[in-house]
């Protein structure tokens, strides 16, 4: 069944790629108080601006690919979108009701036809649908209807038309016959919104009727209590509309616009807050040239008047959810006084059955007698466990009791709190409060208390903030694992625009941070804690202004101060850039953001080179487990021209608009291009893998066959009974049937055999002989090893790769310069992909009668400011390691010697199992160590050093537990 209702929409989804050729009025055949309905017009014109006249020939390369057994499940589907592609107009969608009952939506898709458009489904497809839905006798099919479940497809009058759910029916049989008195093409206010939507493609969205629908759910249906808060915050109850429309690129060229309008019928006052323009970005001139993606917010001419209207949103956010919170908080209050009741009585019940026939048929708790362990010869006296307590029944009914009480009093004191709950509005003077300060006063509280430590009242700072605050990600080159995250994590900054004048208060901050000077009366405590702070902070000047960070291997947040701005930064490297563009070098070209960046808010992401990392990062992943690398885009190659969006923002006390725009590439021609191509090779890689997985099973089943017989075979008869394992051995021994002769589909003399399997949809590339006949195999047997760890084998997994024994292989480098093969990672079989580098390095091993311990990682060079980073995350590990020297100390004290250590992992081919010898610390005792091979520990008596460098940065810790860095001083 739901493979009908998967095959109609795709029927419908893929009938988006036609020319338009309207037959009806929009929203004739959506009923009157639909709540949602969009169109998209034009699309087949569209696909051909953005992927060429041919896309057809591209969407046939794509669907060759795939297997045989998934052509013959989906073929008559694609078929029929073939029929009816090249008739297809306008779509229309609506989304016509929600429901607590099966479908919980009813929807309404017409899809509108051309002339010459097919008047009954294929006989293919009516075949399919019986098959698919049929059979159990649900479906009702005709040669020109489909209908399963709730979901019913159509052709009549020129239009393609799904309906799901019996009311949207109703409703397009009543609309077919003449009668549009309850359609939504007769609602005034839609025929307005229809008069001046002319994009390619349009949403409205009518919230008065969706609310409406959803109120009609019941409490149980409804959405969640954080997803209601939010829409509260939003305040949808005062929405009226939600439209969005759409543009595709022209045939000139550029990018896709969008705008999304969004309409209320009374003034918004929570969104008041964020909704405060104040002039177009200034901001955008500090930002790096690297920037990735940032969003600029307009704070109004009164900053700190907006810090205290989001303050007082909190704050009333958090009053609004304060009931709901204790009437959840109050009925599982009450849910455990039940549970406990229940217990209650489950007790009693039990002591009355055992005074029946004088048994105890209550729960007793079983006490097994404790078993007496008998010591280790090097032991003193016998171990015997803590006998547990017995099971009192008395005393088990006094703690249920006691908690019975407990719970019943939290019951009390919650339903009190209900009684006594009530909204207070939000006051900024703590001194006068009478009750705990909210999550948004106490926001507010923080910064008051902060700024008198500074000796800063809010008159002169209200003076010298500016009107915005910027915030953004930085891409630095980064060609290592780890990329895309670590620039999110460790990247980004916030900076906040200062006026004229501000040099006298950045003056007081940075004083008190150093703790030159401290407010009048300062107590002792606070002197301690100043004290504390200018020994932990480092300030210095750079160009472009100062740098205030943390010292050492805990420095998570550097703050700088530059012309006309504040800022943090999580990293030194970071605020240098800032501060670096700020004075005008390495800027960002505000020109790259599509639209101008004209509004009050204004959100840039430079989508090309976020996916280009993407996809980088996904390759070192494919390439780390040895996996064939597909799909390679190569995104910053096919995306030569980059692509870039923008969002900006326009706001009033009714209205509230986004627009969007891209600008680069507009053309998905070339993405079409290689991802055929791309997919073309994956089918490749999956025909290979498929004969290699079954030889690999016909290896391991063969193995495990003969393990026992095998296994009392001297050295040299192991080895003649392995060196005879071949491909045909294991064909004559019935443990292997070779898919398509063992030939390589990426294999150069298979080429036109490979493009007529894709056309014909099979899954053999073909030739002279059956199955048994490998002349033409494009593979190379090496063989099994001499010698077999029977006792490894467990089976097949995606484990780490290590005492690798190649067994068979691509005859050349031609799968993107690699090979396919199977090898054996300790005793069991792997199908892996082979640069030529490590192929060769694995043979090379093999050749000398033995196996390759592990793959090298070939990590590319790190850059310094990631080197610092990850070599900070490193000092868990040190304070691990030094409360195992300091035990070693002991050890050798204790034993009337001196500690002498003098190691350098990069000089030790087992770097972990040698500090584990020098430590003496048991292969039974847990003890991980990353990165062994850059740690160098010098020790001596009671005094060690223990150090980890990459590159040229380093952190070490000693034994006074102290530690310190390459760039402490820096």
């Known amino acids: 069944m739901r493979s009908i209702r998967t095959g109609c929409l795709l029927i419908v989804a893929c009938g988006l790629l036609a020319a338009t050729l309207p037959a009806a009025n929009p929203g004739d055949l959506m009923p009157r108080g639909t709540l949602g309905y969009g169109r998209i017009k034009d699309v087949s014109e569209g696909i051909k601006r953005l992927a060429g006249g041919d896309w057809m020939t591209l969407f046939d390369r794509a669907l060759n690919t795939r297997r045989q057994s998934e052509r013959r499940d989906s073929d008559p589907v694609v078929n029929e979108i073939k029929r009816f592609i090249n008739h297809a107009g306008t779509l229309e969608i609506a989304l016509v009701d929600v429901m607590v009952r099966d479908p919980n939506v009813q929807m309404t898709f017409v899809l509108h036809l051309g002339t010459g458009a097919p008047a009954e489904f294929s006989e293919d497809l009516l075949a399919w649908a019986k098959r698919e839905a049929g059979r159990e006798g649900a479906a009702k099919i005709t040669a020109t209807s489909i209908s399963a479940e709730d979901v019913t497809f159509t052709l009549r009058k020129g239009l393609c038309v799904v309906t799901i759910g019996g009311a949207a029916q109703r409703h397009v049989d009543d609309a077919l016959a003449g009668d549009l008195a309850e359609s939504l093409s007769q609602v005034e206010r839609f025929r307005k919104w229809t008069e001046t939507a002319k994009s390619d493609i349009e949403l409205w969205l009518d919230m008065k009727a969706l609310r409406n629908a959803i109120d009609k759910l019941g409490e149980d249906m409804r959405m969640d209590s954080e997803v209601q808060q939010m829409l509260d915050t939003i305040e949808w109850q005062k929405m009226d509309t939600v439209s969005l429309s759409a543009n595709l690129p022209s045939k000139s060229g550029g990018g896709i616009t969008a705008s999304l309008d969004m309409t209320f019928s009374q003034p918004v006052e929570n969104l008041g807050a964020l909704m405060r323009p104040a002039g177009a970005s200034r901001l955008v001139r500090v930002l790096p040239a690297e920037t990735l993606g940032f969003l600029s917010l307009q704070l109004g001419n009164d900053a700190l008047a907006t810090w205290t209207d989001i303050a007082r949103y909190v704050h009333d956010t958090e009053q609004r959810s304060q009931p709901s919170r204790l009437e959840r908080n109050l009925r599982w209050a009450r849910q455990e006084v039940q549970h406990i009741e229940r217990m209650l009585q489950d007790l009693e019940k039990g002591d009355k059955d055992s005074d029946k026939d004088g048994t105890r048929e209550y729960s007793q708790r079983a006490v097994p007698k404790p078993e007496v362990v008998k010591p280790a010869e090097d032991e003193e006296g016998p171990m015997e466990p ?234 070192r992943w494919q390439r780390r487990e040895r996996r064939f690398i597909t799909p390679k885009m190569e995104v910053r190659k096919l995306l030569k021209n980059g692509l870039r969006l923008g969002i900006t923002t326009n706001e009033s006390p009714t209205r509230l608009s986004f627009t969007l725009a891209t600008s680069g590439e507009s053309s998905l021609r070339p993405t079409l291009e290689l991802l055929a191509s791309e997919l073309e090779l994956e089918r490749a890689w999956r025909h290979d893998e498929d004969m290699l997985q ?196 002991e050890t050798a004290v204790a034993e009337g010697r001196e500690l002498q250590i003098s190691f350098d992992g990069a000089n030790e081919e087992k770097p972990l199992e040698k500090v584990r010898a020098l430590l003496g610390i048991s292969a039974d005792d847990w003890f991980e160590l990353e990165n062994a091979k850059a740690l160098t520990i010098e020790a001596k008596g009671e005094k060690f050093r223990a150090r980890i460098k990459q590159g040229d940065a380093w952190i070490e810790i000693d034994q006074d537990g102290k530690i310190t860095t390459s760039w402490d001083n820096e």
């Open 694 to 889: 079954e030889l690999g099973t016909g290896v391991f089943s063969w193995l495990s066959g003969k393990q026992e017989e095998l296994s009392k075979l001297s050295a040299d008869d192991l080895a003649a009974a392995l060196a005879a394992v071949t491909p045909q051995k294991l064909l004559t021994d019935g443990f292997f049937s070779p898919q398509d002769g063992m030939r390589s589909a990426f294999d150069p003399a298979m080429a036109s055999r490979f493009a007529a399997m894709l056309k014909a949809g099979t899954d053999e590339l073909g030739g002279e002989g059956g199955p048994g006949e490998m002349k033409e195999s494009g593979f190379e047997w090496f063989g099994l090893p001499k010698t077999m760890d029977f006792g490894a084998m467990d089976g097949f997994g995606w484990g780490e790769i290590g005492n690798i024994w190649l067994v068979c292989a691509a005859k050349g480098n031609w799968a993107r310069g690699g090979r396919p093969a199977l090898v054996l990672s300790g005793a069991n079989t792997r199908v892996v992909w082979l640069e030529e580098a490590e192929f060769k390095l694995i043979r090379a091993a093999n050749a000398g009668g033995r196996r390759l311990a592990e793959l090298p990682e070939n990590e590319p060079e790190m850059p310094a400011w990631k080197a610092k980073i990850r070599i900070a995350e490193h000092r868990w590990t040190l304070m691990s390691l030094s409360e195992r020297l300091r035990m070693a100390v």
């Open 386 to 619: 803590d006998d547990p307590e017995p099971y009192d029944p008395a005393k088990y009914k006094e703690e249920l009791l006691e908690r019975l009480k407990e719970a019943k009093e939290q019951v009390a004191r919650y339903e009190e709190q209900m009684r006594a709950y009530k909204v207070r509005p939000f006051s900024p003077d703590a001194e006068g409060r009478t009750s705990q300060p909210s999550e948004g006063e106490e926001m507010y509280d923080q910064v008051e208390r902060l700024l008198k430590q500074m000796g800063i009242n809010r008159t002169e700072l209200a003076e010298v903030i500016g009107s915005e605050l910027i915030g953004g990600f930085v891409a630095l080159p980064d060609p290592t694992d780890r990329a895309l995250r670590d620039m999110f994590e460790h990247n980004w900054f916030v900076a906040l625009e200062l006026r004229e004048g501000h040099e006298a208060m950045k003056a007081k901050v940075i004083d008190w941070l150093l703790g030159k000077k401290l407010p009048e009366g300062a107590d002792e405590d606070e002197k301690e804690e100043a004290r504390r702070r200018a020994e932990q902070l480092m300030f210095k000047k750079v160009d472009g202004g100062e740098i205030l960070r943390e010292r050492g291997a805990f420095s998570s947040f550097c703050v700088f101060f530059g012309e006309g701005l504040v800022g943090i930064a999580h990293n030194e490297d970071i605020a240098l850039r800032v501060l670096k563009a700020a004075g005008g070098s390495g800027r960002f070209a505000p020109g790259n953001v599509p639209g101008g960046g004209v509004g009050s808010k204004m959100l840039y992401i430079d989508l090309g080179e976020f996916l280009a990392r993407v996809e980088q990062e996904e390759g």
